[in-house]
């Protein structure tokens, strides 16, 4: 059996990587403004990551998607981008961003390799929008959009985390925009970070969603939009868009992740939502040969775990979600 593959004999072939730790958005759900910005030589340099991702595709993985913080704020990513689609074996590089500056470096993305994004967009409201994000930029994340379908850098994929209370309300809106504009907008269930009645009322579990979309018709079920993520897809009769759904909370996707994580500062991370890590950015910096590496990119896979617990009341991680690349 060749690959990577964790003790629960789930392949691993997907590589999520954040890049930098700092955002120029501070959404409610993030809830860390007070955290200090990580030291700059504390972040994998353009030249670690790609050789951390020369080894991971020398054992399997073919996938990576760049995240943050906000990537885009990084300078020159798309070197980084050109030297990762130069990799062998890596066939998809993916890249999720807040959107504000996305019109400005779509179309030179593509042209270094980028093959699709995901834009995290929660409201359609500008009031709203400054509510969550604190920042009044409504107006680029839509034109981010725009040209991001445009250069080809499909399909983009329009991430929404619904939360009771804050824009609930708007998940039929967003529906619309499948059928009007052809989105391919995908309903993530928001994750209680904390065991307190208060953010616990704030989910919005799929199920509960998924009838508010009665409203609008049937939907059917449809073919997995490219992609390495868990969304199940549906989309409205004889409509060009798509409708997903992540249910971390109340259906999770567990069994079939497929992913590893490495944080800002260098450290590989089977789980999300757990606190097991291994620090290869002590390797990359110490002179370890490639075989090293590779035996710690396989350690990493050995200690996933089974399942997250966060909705049976396990603490959240301890990480801020901007060095994780949630």
């Excluded at 725009?146 to 850098?153: H, K, R, T, V």
């Excluded at 110490?286 to 966060?310: C, F, M, P, Y």
Aim: charged share 30%; proline share 4%.
């Amino acid at each position: 059996m060749t690959g990577l593959y964790d003790s629960w004999q789930r392949q691993i072939n997907y590589l999520r990587i954040s890049i930098t730790d700092f955002c120029n958005l501070n959404c409610v759900y993030c809830s860390e403004g007070n955290v200090a910005k990580l030291p700059r030589e504390e972040i994998l340099s353009y030249e670690e990551i790609s050789r951390l991702v020369m080894i991971a595709a020398s054992l399997g993985i073919n996938k990576v998607r760049l995240t943050g913080g906000e990537p885009l704020l990084r300078p020159d990513l798309t070197r980084l981008v050109k030297m990762i689609s130069d990799t062998p074996g890596i066939d998809d590089i993916a890249l999720t961003t807040n959107g504000t500056m996305l019109a400005k470096y779509a179309k030179e993305l593509k042209y270094a390799g980028l093959t699709r994004v995901n834009v995290s967009l929660d409201t359609l409201k500008s009031e709203r929008f400054k509510r969550i994000t604190g920042h009044d930029n409504l107006g680029q994340v839509l034109s981010g959009i725009e040209f991001a379908e445009q250069e080809g850098l499909t399909p983009v994929k329009v991430n929404m985390v619904v939360m009771r209370g804050e824009n609930d309300d708007e998940v039929i809106d967003f529906a619309r925009k499948t059928i009007d504009d052809g989105w391919n907008v995908r309903y993530i269930e928001y994750m209680p970070f904390n065991a307190s009645s208060a953010e616990s009322a704030r989910l919005v579990p799929t199920r509960e969603i998924k009838h508010r979309l009665d409203a609008l018709g049937h939907m059917e079920r449809c073919g997995t939009k490219k992609g390495n993520g868990p969304a199940r897809y549906f989309r409205f009769p004889s409509e060009k868009g798509t409708i997903g759904f992540i249910s971390p909370i109340t259906e999770h996707f567990c069994a079939t992740c497929n992913r590893l994580r490495m944080t800002s500062d260098g450290h590989l991370r089977p789980c999300l939502l757990d606190d097991d890590e291994v620090d290869i950015k002590k390797a990359l910096r110490g002179g370890a040969n490639d075989e090293e590496l590779k035996t710690l990119v396989q350690r990493a896979v050995s200690i996933k775990r089974e399942r997250h617990h966060l909705n049976e009341g396990e603490r959240a991680p301890e990480r801020p979600m901007r060095q994780i690349g949630g």
